[in-house]
């Protein structure tokens, strides 16, 4: 893979990380302004088509695209844009945000697994390392202290399911010469349809109450799928869904951060050596892939 590329794909998914990490706080916050779970991911997926319109047209690129494509589509935007986040943001009623992130994150593993039955993906000792120091990291942030609600836990654990669907119907989605922002344009317009209908026939449609709310609502959907979901599909298009799992992992660190820094939260030796662990799960698994390329690259002077 070209060495830029790689670079590039590392820097996005790494970035869509850092901005999810944030996602659970202002989720929490919106919530005091009237909404709720449901109406939030619709409300998410709908502020952010005509931005993705805009900024589909401006980059100039075909907002058209092949018939065949739209099943496949609508399959990745119903597991990661309207299954998984209504499960997560159920979970932030009943458990704290840091844990619920820390039960949805069992999906690097489930990723690597999947990729493994389904795509015959060969494992790695240092991909199985990566892994292993990720869920070992991930461990370290739950706090035995806390009271686990059942249903939350469930709702962030089967979440993390869900969005292991979504990496791999992602990593394998064919029609890469769709843009980035078109292809989170149909993402956009699929959701936004699904969960109209499941706020209307569940009788949730609740809107913020306040300016502010209004404010959090916009800036929290252009940040999310304009911003983190545009980057985080461009870099698994670039590096794979094994890849990308594993560095998202940076996430939770930056949720647990957040937390210390906004709320004043506490934070325990363990997670800190969590985080630690997860950092360096990130940074052995893109040496790993320079290794190999370099490996794969013939030496100067040398044919092939």
């Known amino acids: 893979m070209n060495q830029k590329k790689l670079i590039a794909g590392y820097f996005f998914v790494i ?10 706080l202002m989720a929490k916050l919106i919530y005091k302004e009237g909404t709720n ?31 065949a494509a739209i099943p496949y589509i609508s399959v990745i935007a119903l597991m990661g844009c309207c299954i998984t986040p209504l499960l997560l943001f159920h979970s932030y009623n009943h458990i704290p945000s840091g844990t619920a992130t820390v039960f949805h ?8 697994l999947g990729e493994y039955i389904f795509l015959k993906n060969k494992f790695s000792l240092s991909n199985l390392l990566s892994v292993f120091l990720c869920v070992i990291g991930i461990v370290l942030f739950y706090n035995p202290d806390t009271t686990i609600n059942i249903k939350g836990s469930l709702y962030a654990l089967v979440s993390g399911v869900t969005y292991a669907i979504y990496v791999m119907c992602l990593s394998g989605f064919k029609y890469k010469e769709i843009s980035g922002f078109t292809f989170s344009l149909y993402i956009a ?15 949730q449609l609740k809107f913020p109450q306040s ?17 983190a979901v545009v980057l985080f599909q461009k870099g698994t298009f670039l590096i794979g869904g094994g890849r990308a799992s594993v560095l998202s992992t940076i996430e939770p660190v930056t ?7 906004i709320f004043n939260e506490k934070i ?7 985080t630690l662990l997860v950092i360096t799960a990130s940074i052995l698994i893109a040496l790993s892939d320079r290794t190999k390329r370099l490996q794969h690259t013939p030496a100067a002077g040398t044919e092939g």
């Open 105 to 112: 994150f069992i999906y690097p593993p489930v990723v690597v």
């Open 211 to 227: 300016i502010f709310g209004w404010v959090l609502t916009f800036l929290f959907s252009i940040s999310l799928n304009v911003g």
């Open 255 to 261: 949720s647990i951060l957040a937390g210390v820094v």
């Open 37 to 67: 779970p449901q109406s939030l991911v619709f409300l998410r997926n709908i502020i952010s088509i005509p931005v993705l319109l805009l900024l589909s047209v401006a980059t100039k690129k075909p907002i058209k695209i092949n018939a």
């Open 189 to 203: 317009i699929s959701a936004s349809a699904v969960m109209l209908l499941v706020c209307i026939f569940t009788d």
């Open 15 to 24: 970035l869509s990380a850092f901005i999810f990490g944030l996602m659970p």
């Open 268 to 274: 325990s030796a363990f997670t800190v050596i969590g």
